[in-house]
């Protein structure tokens, strides 16, 4: 496949943000979606679109749909979140690093790390700015706002409202996201995430560039090493990331809200994979099949059933052949 035209991310976010319908119109992806099915018995019950870009050495190297599209990154962020913290600490063990990449489930193993992570700060329960799920210390992002506190403690930063853009901690992590991206940090588009902190807006593209750099950069290959020797500390054990680090030797996965998925591999292939209507249950097949397109066999991890309250086996999430 040739290489896509660059361009730069203001004119990527001057076609797609705040674009009318027939202004979309007139800019068609050069490759279709993949086209994600959910059946139940013989009905096909709904169906997803997904965009996915692969990107090697700075250069698109496969795409499904429209590697341009603009998405936040939301937690799939997390490992550069990280970044400043794990380059201000030498203290962290592994599963706090891990932890502090994490979207977790609030299992006790997971919880352990939260709280590992706290007491290394030192910071209290209390001073996490997530809110409640119900606690702040359940709460999925409270492994990376600890990792905040702990950040502000080695910088002697003030961690009160920590969360906040104005914040020290949240220009650190623009910048990261930045330099890594080669955006422009002021062109980058922010908003408040769904725990309270900065998340960022990039074209899938950007993302899977981004993520090709993650071992690269000051600190990166500790947090890569961190995600992928705790894969069931970065979400749960039928999450799309965990098992894709899991399935796969040497790949660090993380996924966000609102249908997203970043991953880096050996020799810094980076990818991204946007879910156009948001819905995570079309992740793992369209990872599944896009990993097949890049020449990778994935096991288990495009098979995603659907199930009723009683545990029934009632239907299937496949790509459309």
Not at 59 to 75: M, N, W
Not at 174 to 201: K, M, Q
């Amino acid at each position: 496949m040739p290489d896509l035209e660059v361009s730069t991310l203001a004119q990527l976010l001057a076609r797609h943000v705040g674009l009318t319908p027939a202004a979309n119109a007139l800019m068609a992806p050069r490759v279709q979606p993949l086209r994600i099915v959910v059946h139940r018995g013989e009905v096909e019950e709904a169906t997803h679109l997904v965009h996915a870009v692969a990107v090697r050495d700075g250069a698109v190297i496969e795409q499904a749909g429209d590697p341009d599209r603009v998405a936040y990154l939301r937690s799939s962020a997390k490992p550069f979140q990280a970044l400043p913290l794990v380059r201000a600490r030498d203290d962290l063990t592994s599963e706090e690093i891990a932890i502090a990449s994490a979207s977790h489930l609030a299992s006790p193993e997971q919880l352990a790390a939260v709280r590992s992570l706290l007491a290394k700060a030192p910071a209290g329960e209390d001073e996490l700015e997530c809110g409640p799920e119900p606690t702040a210390l359940q709460h999925n992002c409270s492994g990376k706002h600890a990792g905040m506190l702990a950040l502000c403690r080695a910088q002697n930063w003030a961690s009160g409202g920590y969360r906040l853009a104005t914040h020290p901690v949240q220009h650190a992590c623009l910048t990261e996201i930045a330099s890594a991206s080669d955006a422009p940090a002021d062109e980058i588009p922010t908003a408040v995430d769904g725990c309270g902190v900065l998340t960022f807006a990039l074209p899938l593209e950007r993302m899977a560039l981004l993520f090709s750099r993650l071992e690269e950069v000051d600190g990166g290959a500790r947090v890569a090493a961190a995600m992928r020797a705790h894969p069931e500390l970065i979400r749960g054990p039928m999450a799309a990331d965990t098992l894709l680090m899991r399935e796969l030797e040497g790949w660090t996965a993380k996924g966000g809200a609102e249908g997203l998925m970043c991953a880096v591999g050996p020799g810094g292939l980076g990818i991204a994979l946007k879910v156009e209507d948001g819905s995570m249950r079309a992740i793992r097949p369209a990872l599944a099949e896009f990993f097949r397109r890049l020449g990778f066999e994935t096991g288990e991890l495009g098979v995603e059933p659907v199930e009723n309250s009683r545990g029934e086996l009632v239907g299937e999430v496949v790509l459309e052949r």
